[in-house]
């Protein structure tokens, strides 16, 4: 999801992107192989993934393929590989092929502004439109500031071949999983969140025709949950600084980055294919409970020493 929204891609070859991921039912949930550490600090995951994107036009845009601010990104995406800490690789693949379940979502990003940075590339913003994201889609639920929805998939079909229509309704199928974008008021970016491309092309519709071994630009992004509703809203995760993307100054509860690139060549029906590592922070949370029991029990151990001793002393 590169410069567009969802910067959730991560595909190794570019024949993968082509490939349909229909398979048997899996046996065993992805949600058992995230990597918890303690409450308060947590273990680092890895997500890479596969994605589509295409580009729709703002309201009153007429650059065609050209990127304008008020324009769309938009697509689907596979997150196939699961990883301890920040390397994508070697980790545990999941979804197609494999007896995990597949974890895929639909995005929707909105340009917000657009610098030349010069040599004919630009810098550029995203930002959330949930509106349009919900009426596009028919996605119910959506909080202000969600550019992103994922699924929890036992039956993995996933595809990006073949029709847009078919691709979405391969990443829809599944059970919600978690919402995610911007927090800050009216769906805007929160500190700590963003999502930015630098020195990147604006000819996005030229990707069709380019191998995918053509980059369009790489987006750094920090986004967080904007709805706990789903089947993962329950996760604890802990916020990380967001040190590859500085420009957003605080931390978030994913951070990552996408590269856009071309789609000739690979079978795929979007214009657009993207390769995104998402990071996160799990932690498994100890009861308030358990740790005030802690140190009654040490009292009541230290008791029951104390009368063994002054018996035998009697």
């Given at each position: 999801?590169?410069?567009?929204?969802t910067?959730?891609?991560?595909?190794?070859?570019?024949?993968?992107?082509?490939?349909?991921?229909?398979?048997?039912a899996?046996s065993?949930?992805?949600?058992?192989?995230?990597?918890?550490g303690?409450?308060g600090v947590?273990?680092?995951?890895?997500l890479t993934?596969?994605n589509?994107?295409n580009?729709?036009?703002g309201?009153?845009?007429?650059?065609?393929?050209?990127?304008?601010?008020?324009?769309?990104?938009?697509?689907?995406?596979?997150?196939?590989?699961?990883?301890?800490?920040?390397?994508?690789?070697?980790?545990?693949q999941i979804?197609?092929g494999?007896?995990?379940?597949?974890?895929?979502?639909?995005?929707l990003?909105?340009?917000?502004?657009?610098?030349?940075a010069?040599?004919?590339?630009?810098?550029?913003?995203?930002?959330?439109?949930?509106a349009?994201?919900?009426?596009?889609?028919?996605?119910?639920?959506?909080?202000a500031?969600t550019?992103?929805?994922?699924?929890?998939?036992v039956?993995?079909?996933?595809?990006l071949?073949?029709?847009?229509?078919?691709?979405?309704?391969?990443?829809?199928?599944?059970?919600?999983?978690?919402?995610?974008?911007?927090?800050?008021v009216?769906?805007?970016?929160?500190?700590?969140?963003?999502?930015?491309?630098?020195?990147?092309?604006?000819?996005f519709?030229?990707?069709?025709?380019?191998?995918?071994?053509?980059?369009?630009g790489?987006?750094n992004?920090?986004?967080?949950?904007?709805?706990n509703?789903?089947?993962?809203?329950?996760l604890v995760?802990?916020?990380?600084t967001?040190?590859?993307?500085?420009a957003?100054?605080?931390s978030?509860?994913?951070v990552?980055?996408s590269?856009?690139?071309?789609?000739?060549?690979?079978?795929?029906?979007?214009t657009?294919a993207?390769?995104?590592?998402?990071?996160?922070?799990?932690?498994?949370?100890v009861?308030?409970?358990?740790?005030?029991?802690?140190?009654?029990?040490?009292?009541m151990?230290?008791?029951?020493?104390?009368?063994?001793?002054?018996?035998?002393?009697?």
């Open positions: 999801m590169g410069i567009k929204m910067a959730l891609l991560g595909v190794a070859v570019a024949s993968s992107l082509a490939i349909s991921s229909v398979g048997k899996a065993v949930d992805f949600t058992t192989l995230i990597s918890y303690p409450d947590g273990t680092l995951n890895s993934d596969a589509g994107e580009l729709i036009k309201a009153g845009n007429t650059g065609g393929g050209i990127i304008e601010v008020g324009d769309y990104l938009t697509g689907v995406f596979d997150y196939n590989r699961i990883s301890p800490g920040l390397s994508g690789y070697p980790g545990t979804g197609s494999t007896a995990y379940s597949e974890l895929t979502g639909i995005f990003l909105q340009v917000t502004s657009k610098t030349a010069g040599g004919g590339t630009f810098n550029f913003t995203f930002g959330a439109d949930s349009k994201f919900a009426s596009l889609y028919g996605l119910g639920g959506l909080s500031g550019m992103i929805r994922l699924f929890d998939d039956n993995p079909n996933f595809t071949s073949g029709t847009n229509a078919g691709s979405i309704a391969s990443a829809t199928d599944g059970v919600q999983f978690m919402d995610v974008g911007f927090t800050g009216g769906g805007t970016a929160a500190a700590g969140e963003g999502w930015l491309v630098l020195g990147g092309s604006d000819n519709g030229a990707l069709a025709s380019q191998p995918y071994s053509t980059t369009l790489t987006a992004f920090a986004v967080d949950r904007t709805s509703a789903g089947a993962g809203g329950g995760l802990i916020k990380q967001t040190t590859l993307t500085t957003f100054g605080g978030a509860e994913f990552g980055s590269t856009i690139k071309g789609s000739a060549g690979t079978g795929i029906a979007w657009g993207s390769q995104t590592n998402l990071d996160f922070i799990a932690a498994v949370p009861p308030t409970a358990a740790w005030m029991g802690l140190p009654l029990l040490g009292v151990g230290g008791i029951a020493a104390l009368r063994r001793r002054s018996a035998k002393l009697a």
